[in-house]
């Protein structure tokens, strides 16, 4: 099988997550594609809520997608929780991958990712270890030419046979920060993310304040 990793905060879901990746899936002929979502204990990143959220709203939005099939008739989406089930700080995304190959172990895997990533992408924990050894589907970004990022860093260059570059026609432009800010000022994001998902951030009272 062809797998595509999907890492992300997920903070919220929304529909342009679920259309990037049944688009990934559809263009590049994956068989499955495994969300990740990142835990909240990284250094690097400050999200708006809780693991538990994040995790059940992304459940309910891929069960809104259960129709999702593959060549084989299984579901095209499921969840792995190996980031929020590391402990704080041991994670990055090369021991992701690595604990990926080992449940999949004759399978192509992919890790999907935008263009804006590429420009850090060799500072990243294990960088020339996870470049050297795993494929990547590149979304393009305005501003964030694929190859020309790729042809000025030199470990990427070296292995530029690894990712594969995706054109333009995938980026929706919805993001969860804009959704996030719709519901702390009294806004509404209806049509942004699946409606059991916003109602459950209601239910909740997520992302009323900002997280500081």
């Known amino acids: 099988m062809r797998i595509g990793i999907y890492g992300s905060s997920f903070d919220p879901i929304t529909y342009s997550h679920l259309f990037t990746a049944a688009t ?4 590049r002929r994956l068989d499955k594609v495994i969300f990740v979502p990142c835990s909240s204990l990284r250094h690097d990143k400050k999200l708006q809520t809780d693991d538990e959220h994040r995790l059940n709203m992304l459940k309910m939005a891929l069960e809104t997608s259960a129709h999702k099939k593959n060549s084989l008739g299984e579901p095209l989406f499921e969840i792995s929780t190996v980031e929020m089930d590391a402990l704080p700080g041991e994670t990055y995304t090369y021991d992701t991958m690595i604990h ?3 449940k999949y172990p004759n399978d192509e895997l992919y890790f999907i990712m935008g263009s804006d990533l590429l420009a850090g992408l060799s500072n990243w924990g294990n960088a020339e270890k996870l470049v050297s050894q795993f494929q990547f589907i590149v979304m393009s970004r305005e501003g964030y030419p694929s190859a020309d990022l790729i042809a000025e860093d030199p470990l990427l260059r070296n ?3 690894h990712f594969l570059i995706m054109s333009k026609g995938i980026n929706m432009g919805i993001s969860s920060t804009y959704i996030r800010d719709e519901i702390r000022k ?3 994001p209806s049509f942004l993310l699946p409606d ?3 109602q459950y951030i209601y239910e909740k009272g997520i992302y009323r304040e900002i997280r500081e």
């Open 24 to 27: 990934v899936a559809r263009r």
């Open 100 to 102: 990926l190959r080992k």
């Open 159 to 161: 292995h530029d046979e």
């Open 186 to 188: 009294g806004g509404d």
């Open 196 to 198: 059991v998902c916003l």
